[in-house]
Structures are given as structure tokens and as C-alpha cells.
């Protein structure tokens, strides 16, 4: 892409990619400086009318955030701690990941993908840590309601980059906006951990449903039908399902958190309506 001598005020970027939203489209930025201390500026082709949608928000909203953070010692340590894994985990996988290369054909290079699993669950882990204590924090209300129909294409389409062709991921559109009175960041953190809870559990042979409403959206996935005791705990903290292994326990506990700050809900079934199996994630604001 062109580069462009604007720079952008960020706190952090969205696992290893730094991205900049504007309205209805997504561009990933050239490179990063700063720290994230004093703030992380995000280099790259950027414009007027700029909208974040994947963690690049404003150094006043980092600020705020770090304030209310800084007021819980334990939310804190873990905010700072998952920030400070961030970066040397990124290496330790990008130079494993060559290494694997580099072992085509020799017994080893199955032992080195195993300790890559182990790699991409920590990142993981890390992720979803600093995302939980950034929920903790109180970030998610907004002032008011907000026009979040562009963010939910903007999410949608970025998983569907990376997903094989045999995984179909649909989004279907029934209302003309979608508003809440929820940070847009926040938005975007309670779709990504709704769509890779039904991608990590959910039947592959599948295709992952995601409706969307004036008010709503719901993610829906096929697979076995969840035991009503496992499904009313499936939003507790470092809870997970029965269906496969994998996964924190947290990606639901964090919608959760950010749905009651902003006077929403998010409603689990199982089966899912309309089916004899499955599992469907509603998130609503009444």
C-alpha cells in the first residue's frame, strides 16, 4: 500500500495486525512507533472521518482508560502483564514458525508444531487477558447510541479472510442500522470473541450464521446440543465447553462483562432456535 506522512494516536493494535477503520472499510497501517506507555502512533494510508474499529482509538481514550485501570491494582498487573507478553511472544512465533519450515521432512518438525499450538493458546491467552482487564476498566458505554452496522461487515469480513473456503461465514441483514450504546472498539471486541467461540466450537461442516438486527446480532453454529448446566456456566471465567478442547474460558465471560455495561444482554441457547442442535450467541439492547 502508498504510504501517507498521517499518523494515528494508538493504544494497541488487534493481535499482530494494526488496523485504521474508516466508516465502512478497514487498512492496515505500514508500521508502528512509540511504546505503549507514551503512546503508539500507527503509520500508514489514513484520512479524514477516521472511525476505529480494531483497538486504534485516540491518546485522551487510551488515557482514560489507564486511569481507570490504574485504580485497581490487580486489573493493572494483568493489563500490563498481557501487554508486556504481546511482543515477545510475537517473536518467539514468527522464529518457530521459520524453524518449522526449515524442518520439512524431519521427525522434529511435529514436536515444533505442538510447541507452536502451545505458542498460539498463550498469545491467546495474553489477548484475551488485556481485553478482559480493558472490559473491567468500564471502556465499553458510549455517550450514546452508535451507528455499529459498518464495524459488524468490517469484523465479518476480516474473518472471512482468513478462513478456509469450506468454512462459510454468513451474515444476514435484516434492519437498516444496527445502534447501541456501546464504544465501537468494544463492539468490535464482543463480535471477534462471539464469531471464534463458534468457529472453535462449533461443526466444522457448518457454516456460522450471524443475523443482525436494529438492536441485535446473533451468532449461530451447529454441533451437539450443550447441557443446560454447562450453558449457564459458559460465561464464567476461564469456563469451557465439552465439545473439543481449546480455547481460554474467557471470550464469553468478556462479552458478558461488556454487555452488562452497556445495559445489554447476551442470551445463550442450545439447540438453537429454529434447530434440533447448535448453539446461538444473542447479544441485545432493549
Not at 484520512?47 to 485516540?58: I, P
Not at 479472510?161 to 450504546?181: G, Y
Not at 447441557?227 to 469451557?240: K, M, S
Request: aromatic share 4%.
Amino acid at each position: 500500500m502508498q504510504r501517507d506522512p498521517t499518523y494515528v494516536a494508538a493504544h494497541h493494535f488487534y493481535k499482530q495486525y494494526a488496523t485504521v477503520a474508516f466508516g465502512s472499510c478497514v487498512k492496515p497501517v505500514d508500521g508502528l512507533c512509540g511504546d505503549a506507555q507514551g503512546g503508539v502512533k500507527a503509520k500508514g494510508q489514513v484520512s479524514a472521518n477516521d472511525v476505529v474499529v480494531n483497538g486504534l482509538r485516540n491518546t485522551d481514550h487510551r488515557d482514560s482508560q489507564q486511569r481507570k485501570l490504574i485504580g485497581c491494582p490487580e486489573r493493572a498487573f494483568a493489563a500490563n502483564s498481557a501487554h508486556e507478553l504481546r511482543t515477545p511472544i510475537a517473536g518467539t512465533l514468527a522464529q518457530l514458525q521459520r524453524l518449522i519450515a526449515e524442518l520439512e521432512g524431519h521427525p522434529e518438525q511435529d514436536r515444533a508444531r505442538q510447541v507452536e499450538q502451545s505458542l498460539v493458546r498463550l498469545r491467546q491467552l495474553a489477548d484475551r487477558l488485556l481485553q478482559l482487564a480493558r472490559a473491567d476498566a468500564g471502556m465499553a458505554r458510549a455517550s450514546g447510541p452508535a451507528e455499529l452496522l459498518p464495524a459488524l461487515r468490517v469484523v465479518v469480513e476480516d474473518v472471512r479472510r482468513r478462513l478456509p473456503a469450506d468454512r462459510p461465514l454468513q451474515l444476514e441483514e435484516r434492519a437498516p442500522s444496527l445502534l447501541a450504546p456501546i464504544d465501537i472498539d468494544a463492539f468490535g471486541i464482543v463480535m471477534r470473541n462471539l464469531i471464534d467461540n463458534a468457529l472453535a466450537h462449533g461443526a466444522v461442516e457448518r457454516p456460522i450464521e450471524i443475523t443482525q438486527e436494529e438492536h441485535a446480532v446473533e451468532v449461530r453454529n451447529g454441533g451437539p446440543v450443550i447441557p443446560p448446566p454447562v450453558l449457564a456456566g459458559l460465561t464464567r471465567r476461564f469456563e469451557r465447553g465439552t465439545s473439543r478442547p481449546g480455547g481460554v474460558g474467557l471470550g464469553l465471560a468478556i462479552v458478558e462483562t461488556i454487555m452488562r455495561q452497556t445495559g445489554g444482554e447476551l442470551l445463550l441457547r442450545s439447540p438453537a432456535p429454529g434447530h434440533s442442535d447448535g448453539f446461538s450467541a444473542r447479544i441485545v439492547w432493549h
